[in-house]
Nanobody, 122 residues
Framework: QVQLVESGGGEVQTGGSLTLSCTAS????????LAWFRQAPGREREGVAR????????FYANFAKGRFTISRDITKNSVYLQMSNLNPEDTAVYFC???????????????WGRGTQVTVSS
């Protein structure tokens, strides 16, 4: 059973940057499409970025375009989310997830990490 563990969260000031990591154990991530989701206090969880299993094509939510970059390193069995120009609206718990194919439909994702907190202060 694949397990995902996120890391790299923390508190930054507006305009700052963070890179989140998600490392898998118990299986190889190269057999999955991967994604990052986030959930802010009082809000539903939403898709942030995703990367295809087959060709590494990436997709982003509108709010993430130009500021966030998803990537993966098969040799490290990890997926990353580089975030820049952060603002307080980016404050949320960020989750990585794995699915048989790439989509922003959360029900498709069978494997989830527990999340890492990102707090952006003004």
């Amino acid at each position: 059973q694949v397990q995902l563990v996120e890391s790299g969260g923390g508190e930054v000031q507006t305009g700052g940057s963070l890179t989140l990591s998600c490392t898998a154990s118990g299986g190889a991530l190269n057999t999955y499409a991967l994604a990052w989701f986030r959930q802010a206090p009082g809000r539903e969880r939403e898709g942030v970025a995703r990367i295809r299993r087959t060709d590494d094509t990436t997709f982003y939510a509108n709010f993430a375009k130009g500021r966030f970059t998803i990537s993966r390193d098969i040799t490290k069995n990890s997926v990353y989310l580089q975030m820049s120009n952060l603002n307080p609206e980016d404050t949320a718990v960020y989750f990585c997830a794995a699915a048989p194919f790439s989509t922003f439909h959360q029900n498709t994702y069978q494997i989830w990490g527990r999340g890492t907190q990102v707090t952006v202060s003004s």
